[in-house]
């Protein structure tokens, strides 16, 4: 090799050193044994990485699987499972330019939410509205149709998307770099692109880059919020009032142009154990009512509390406490995001999902008061990080510019069942059974699961699943008895489009886990 010629991508194989970290994601229940990790640079790399990885033969016939590791935050075994072969990792490919060709902001494949807040918005003034997760990856999130704090206000993350660039597999195991885009006057590679707007990610191929226009410019500054209430003392009166109180408030809240629309909330309802319930909330105050909007909704939450809200002093889930935010704060919004930023501890963790379409009805109320407090069957479960995350929807979300394959759009709440503990933790199957258990039992009316609802009745309340927050048990009659299964849950209508965009682009099946779209 002379000195003028390019280094080779990095392969790292058992008994590298970098093997154990590279081999394992955010969730530490999956641990793959993959033959490599390959770490890409460039899309023309991944194009030859990713025909000569077709091309071989698995030294074990139980490990077939090709995936991609954008930021590793899978939280089931997609990408890390016992039959992993290759992993594609593709955070060295992180940049992110206006593309004058396209006329739009290209954003590489690697990188991650922090990536597209502190490097995009200081060079753009613009920003993605994504998650809250700084190491989160977008080739994921994006894909899945990710959301965040600005989402309310300016919509999903893949209501900006113009193209994606994706390295496909032939059926003759060649691999072509495609450029589809949401004008392009090729019906097949138009609806390549609109597979990526909500089909989820390790689905038609290996992501490398994607292209934004008319991203939204953040505000300058917000106002951020952050209180609690202690479980002792907190009745089921004032819980009660709490989730009628929180669901009508984003009921009637919709309208993104006005302050009250752009306010976004996360109300975590942590297991008892935890000793704390806490809410964060945000909202834009270049608005003139911004601040006004802040204290009337928080005075408008705490009316029927009969419990006096308090500072937090206990961590939420994966996000740490914001106990000086008691008093409301304004501040920059890069400077908000950075506050809120956090993915937690590398624990192991499980998850589950659903759309809200209407404020919790009596019974979902009651089954999460009796799972969460001490009056019902885990008065004696002791795991602090055990919780039930609300989200506020709608907003910009429900008024999406264009069609996309992300179809939750009229849903005004999303919700995360989540439970973490330790590697090797002997209670790790009371966790499970915890977060099975009290999802069961909120939607214990439609078989366990939210079931899809049609949009006519009046009492449709649940619109199905989040494929960014995956979960297997969607398809085990043990825990899911009704007639939707996971890709009903997730994609609605859309799988049938998405299973001829399978066909089209993936026709050998090389992206595929226990969830991915079936050809």
Avoid at 146 to 169: H, I, K, M, N, P
Avoid at 213 to 228: E, F, H, T
Avoid at 384 to 394: A, E, H, R, V
């Amino acid at each position: 090799m002379t000195s003028s010629s390019p280094q080779p991508s990095t392969v790292v194989r058992p008994g590298d050193k970098r093997y154990p970290s590279l081999s394992r994601g955010f969730n530490q229940r999956w641990i793959a044994q993959p033959e490599y990790v390959r770490m890409l640079r460039s899309s023309e790399e991944a194009k030859v990485a990713l025909e000569q990885a077709v091309r071989e033969q698995p030294k074990n016939p139980e490990r077939t699987r090709i995936t991609v590791r954008s930021g590793g935050h899978c939280y089931e075994n997609f990408v890390c499972g016992d039959d992993v072969r290759v992993i594609f990792d593709v955070t060295q490919m992180c940049g992110m330019y206006y593309d004058p060709d396209m006329d739009a902001y290209c954003v590489e494949a690697g990188a991650s939410n922090w990536h597209a807040y502190s490097h995009l918005y200081p060079i753009s003034g613009r920003a993605l509205p994504g998650g809250s997760c700084y190491s989160v990856g977008l080739g994921g999130h994006i894909t899945g149709g990710g959301y965040g704090l600005l989402s309310r206000q300016f919509g999903l993350t893949v209501d900006y998307l113009y193209a994606v660039e994706v390295a496909v597999v032939r059926r003759d195991h060649t691999v072509e770099l495609v450029v589809a885009r949401r004008d392009d006057w090729n019906a097949e590679r138009r609806e390549l692109w609109w597979a990526h707007t909500g089909g989820g990610g390790g689905n038609f191929g290996l992501i490398t880059k994607f292209w934004f226009k008319d991203l939204p410019q953040p505000p300058s500054r917000v106002r951020l919020a952050g209180i609690a209430w202690n479980w002792d003392g907190f009745t089921k009166s004032d819980f009660t009032s709490l989730l009628n109180t929180f669901g009508a408030y984003f009921r009637d809240h919709q309208d993104p142009t006005k302050a009250a629309g752009k306010l976004f909330a996360l109300l975590a309802l942590n297991h008892h154990s935890n000793g704390q319930i806490g809410l964060t909330a945000q909202v834009d105050i270049d608005d003139k009512d911004g601040a006004a909007t802040m204290d009337a909704f928080l005075a408008q939450i705490n009316s029927g509390i009969r419990a006096e809200a308090t500072a937090m002093r206990t961590f939420m889930g994966e996000r740490p406490s914001l106990g000086h935010l008691k008093i409301p704060r304004d501040m920059p919004w890069l400077t908000a995001t950075q506050v809120l930023d956090s993915s937690g501890e590398d624990q192991c963790g499980k998850y589950k999902s659903a759309y809200m379409r209407k404020p919790f009805d009596a019974k979902q109320i009651d089954a999460m008061w009796s799972h969460l407090s001490k009056d019902g069957p885990f008065r004696d479960y002791v795991n602090p990080q055990s919780l039930i995350q609300i989200d506020s929807y709608g907003g910009a979300i429900n008024r999406p510019p264009h069609d996309t394959a992300a179809r939750q759009r009229d849903s005004i709440m999303k919700m995360q069942y989540q439970v973490y503990w330790t590697k090797n933790d002997p209670k790790e199957a009371k966790y499970l059974d915890w977060i099975r258990k009290t999802y069961q039992a909120t939607f214990a009316q439609t078989g366990g699961v939210p079931k899809v609802g049609d949009p006519n009745p009046q009492d449709a309340l649940t619109d199905g699943c989040y494929i960014n927050y995956p979960d297997v048990d969607l398809d085990d009659a043990t825990w899911n008895k009704s007639n939707q299964k996971s890709p009903v849950l997730y994609y609605k209508d859309a799988y049938p489009a998405l299973q001829r965009v399978k066909r089209r682009w993936d026709p050998l099946n090389i992206f595929r886990n226990s969830q991915s779209i079936r050809p």
